[in-house]
């Protein structure tokens, strides 16, 4: 697996599609991009990565650079003060690193001196990636230009490390030659752990990919927990296995029945469904199919013959195949974008609809990890991450972080006795009915699964048999007044406060997913609870928010008519 990538695509926007056959052929966590050709306001919505980007000067999209970072690695964007075309982030792989990528055009005079700013200004260690478009024989060119030789001064003054080898990495079509004009030099701390491998496509650019491989053992890639594909296997054959026995949740303790029907279920889901790799996530086209495929493997075929001969004939041979190629991509995307458009109709809900819009808009859910600083002091790796947002809202939560006032109200409040004596046979203490299980079965949304891996779609699928044993379980849980010991444990998320600066440990909220299991119960009692108190009318007729059939805004709406 490659850690960083380099490519000058030559226009990001129609090379989209080759942008992510990269990623899911070298599995990045870097993509340094050069010559993006992208305007001002233009944005590249890819999952699964933060696109940080610099334009070239002025209103016609020319240059540009840009950087493609993964989210399951820590990053911190990086500002540089420089009139060079370039754009820089640190992010924790194995160890703290700089990442900039660097576009030097072929006619635009660079002075030394911007770039021995921008190099000052550069985290150590750091790797540049990028298109330098200079000649030397340091780096397999037989020729040196006045671009090279600044190349050869920059490397020499600041004691950096050329990672290239002899290999060429452009193509000049209308020469049918080759040179090596895309360089990554590192500072001497890492270049011990990396190796350059140049690609052997062109991607439909002039250029070859520059591939980074770690050779450090271990990858710390951010994994999550493994899911099930439901869409996949069978949920007969899970109900058949997922058998909750009557011995299972009466003959034992109730933490140790909970574990039981966990270990049962999870069991029968891993011989029901696969699951799905959280490894990597590859970078999906919903358009790409036989045809596709075929086309480009012409294409690929056509290109090979070229470059082991590259006469004038195969070259025509290779730009057919190539043009071949795009119209059918071109066919299959259209085809594709229409039938995707007529699936949204007035037969579909506002759920999806919007889920759809927010698709063909390229709005994603973001989850990028950051870089933290605590107290001025920089936390970059993803435990150490884990751990200082983890304190803080210990902190927040600790009662120490109240003021005096209310600490000495909560003391009082506290100490005074409250009486749970009531009657069993009230309506809201008696065992829960099959009937309320199955309503609350029925409205429950999908949501995340708890540390226990189970969701609610397992749930949902067991046999009535099951069902009635495990609401025999919940009613002992009721009569009890036992609550599982596993029960109480979650898996926290940290979620970025709305405008916070993400730097910030103290900008973070915590949601927690519990137990599906759990949260089933926890609903026939809110179910219970809130028909008592609104048939014995024990709310205020003036609380609108958390009621059904009722929204904060009637009383909003009140209020303006008062007014």
Request: glycine share 4%; aromatic share 10%; with cysteine.
């Amino acid at each position: 697996m490659a850690s960083f990538v380099s490519w000058n695509c030559r226009g990001i926007k129609n090379k989209f599609s080759d942008l992510k056959d990269i990623i899911n052929l070298h599995q990045p966590s870097v993509i340094a991009l050069q010559e993006t050709y992208l305007k001002p306001g233009d944005t590249i919505p890819l999952k699964h990565f933060n696109f940080l980007h610099k334009n070239s000067t002025g209103d016609r999209a020319t240059g540009g650079v840009a950087l493609l970072t993964s989210n399951s690695f820590p990053t911190l964007p990086l500002t540089l003060n420089t009139p060079l075309q370039a754009i820089a982030v640190q992010i924790h792989t194995h160890s703290l690193i700089t990442v900039c990528s660097l576009y030097l055009p072929p006619n635009t005079p660079v002075d030394q001196f911007s770039l021995n700013n921008l190099v000052s200004q550069l985290p150590i260690p750091f790797i540049i990636l990028g298109d330098m478009n200079g000649h030397s024989p340091l780096w397999g060119n037989p020729d040196t230009n006045t671009r090279g030789l600044q190349v050869e001064k920059l490397l020499n003054d600041h004691n950096l490390c050329l990672l290239n080898n002899d290999e060429y990495t452009y193509f000049h079509e209308p020469t049918r030659t080759f040179h090596s004009v895309d360089l990554a030099m590192c500072t001497p701390s890492v270049f011990p752990y990396f190796s350059l491998q140049v690609g052997n496509d062109l991607h439909n650019s002039d250029h070859f990919p520059l591939i980074l491989s770690d050779n450090r053992r271990q990858n710390p890639r951010f994994n999550s927990a493994s899911r099930y594909n439901f869409n996949l296997g069978s949920w007969s054959t899970f109900s058949s296995l997922a058998n909750i026995t009557k011995e299972m949740v009466s003959d034992n303790s109730i933490d140790i029945a909970v574990k039981n029907i966990t270990e049962v279920l999870i069991s029968a889901a891993d011989h029901s469904f696969p699951k799905i790799s959280n490894t990597f996530k590859k970078q999906r086209k919903v358009w790409w199919n036989a045809d596709c495929r075929e086309a480009h493997k012409r294409q690929r075929k056509a290109w090979n013959i070229f470059r082991r001969n590259p006469t004038t004939v195969n070259l025509i041979n290779y730009k057919q195949a190539k043009a071949n190629s795009r119209r059918v991509q071109r066919r299959s995307k259209r085809e594709s974008w229409e039938r995707y458009i007529s699936s949204i109709n007035s037969t579909i809900s506002s759920k999806k609809l919007w889920e759809r819009v927010k698709k063909t808009s390229g709005i994603f859910k973001s989850s990028n990890i950051r870089i933290l600083y605590n107290n001025g002091i920089p936390v970059t790796s993803l435990q150490d991450i884990a751990n200082c947002i983890a304190s803080e809202l210990s902190r927040t939560s600790n009662s120490s972080n109240y003021s005096a006032p209310f600490l000495n109200h909560k003391i009082a409040t506290e100490k005074k006795k409250l009486n749970f004596h009531s009657s069993p046979y009230a309506p809201y203490n008696t065992g829960f009915t099959f009937f309320e299980l199955n309503r609350c079965l029925s409205e429950i949304r999908k949501t995340s699964p708890g540390p226990d891996n189970i969701s609610y779609l397992m749930i949902q699928n067991l046999s009535d048999k099951s069902l009635h044993n495990l609401l025999f379980l919940y009613n002992r849980i009721w009569q009890e007044h036992s609550f599982p010991s596993c029960w109480q444990q979650a898996i926290i998320i940290p979620i970025l406060k709305p405008g916070k600066e993400p730097s910030n440990p103290r900008n973070y909220s915590p949601i927690a997913l519990t137990s599906c299991l759990c949260k089933i119960l926890e609903k026939m009692v809110n179910k219970r609870l809130i028909y008592y108190l609104e048939t014995n009318k024990i709310f205020s007729p003036f609380q609108s928010g958390f009621r059904q059939g009722r929204s904060t805004v009637d009383n909003l709406l009140a209020l303006e008519t008062e007014i």
